[in-house]
């Protein structure tokens, strides 16, 4: 009997993590600017809302995206 080690590429994956981060927060900058950036799922344009103290997040109407962030104080 061997064993069966199922290989996981972490760097792959991290490499994913951070496109994904800089991805969001070139979103959120775009967004505080005054521009308007689409939802990619459904097209509609994506809002900048405050969920709670520090914490605020970037969402579309149909909530298909969901990008939050705590913000820096
Ligand atoms: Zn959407």
């Not at 990008?67 to 820096?72: A, G, K, S, V």
Request: charged content about 20%.
């Amino acid at each position: 009997m061997g064993i069966n080690m199922t290989k996981i590429d972490f760097s792959q994956i991290n490499k994913t993590a951070a496109d994904s981060f800089n991805q969001q927060r070139n979103v959120i900058k775009r967004i505080a600017k005054g521009q308007t950036v689409l939802c990619e799922t459904c097209d509609k344009p994506l809002t900048l809302s405050v969920l709670s103290e520090g914490e605020s997040g970037v969402q579309c109407s149909k909530g298909c995206t969901q990008i939050n962030l705590e913000l820096e104080q």
